[in-house]
């Protein structure tokens, strides 16, 4: 259980550092090195591919909680949100047109032919590694734990992202500091939302984000670099919302 737990809270910092905050808003920028590792475990712990991912995100950010928005709780219900938000994101990453739309920066390259667009490939390599270490048994049930806390989870964020909460800022998300614990940081989706190229979701004194901490990390360790400046964007933006 407890390894099942916390490959899920990687592959959800993953998510938020790499396929969100790096890929889909270009707010930091990794490393060819750190970079590549990104794409592995996100291919063996999600089989989630980069440019798909982007590309529906992207469109949730341009019909938010209107027609044309892939998750939106407002026009689904909650529950359905909360209950099928991947089978949700399958349907519009698969429909022929979102990805090439919103994701054309991120054409697919020579790495994903072989490797990463083969998402069961990479799951199963992730869930043989797991038996190899743990046990076929013990192996098994981490990943079963790894799959329904990653999916619920990443389902929050947009069901109670966009249902209720707290909000700083005039639109249709909520912030939300007890999911925000457990999903990165992706909890403060009011404030992303007002912010979308912020590499930190925390934008107010008693809010806390557990991806940004990792970024500062790699920022200090030359891993990454902010696309913006990131205290002055962060004091700009919640002063001038504010005022």
Sequence with gaps: MLVGLGLSEVALFCTSIYLHRALSH????????????FRILIWLMTGIRPRQWVGVH???HAFTDVAGDPHSPVLLGFWRVQLTNAALYRKVARDGVTTQRYARDLPPDRWDKLFFDHAFLGLGIGIAGLCLVLGWRL?????????????ALNAAINAVGHSFGKKSYPNTAFNNQW?????????????????????????GRHELDPGWWVIRLMVRTRMAHLRLSETRFVRRSTSSVNS
């Design 179 to 203: 999911l925000a614990f457990v999903t990165g940081g992706e909890g403060l989706h009011n404030n992303h939302h007002a912010a979308p190229t912020s590499a930190t979701l925390a934008l």
């Design 58 to 60: 992207r469109k949730h």
């Design 26 to 37: 270009r707010a930091i920028s990794l490393r060819p090195s750190v970079r590549m590792a």
């Design 139 to 151: 192996g098994l049930l981490a990943a079963a734990v790894h799959a329904a806390s990653y999916l």
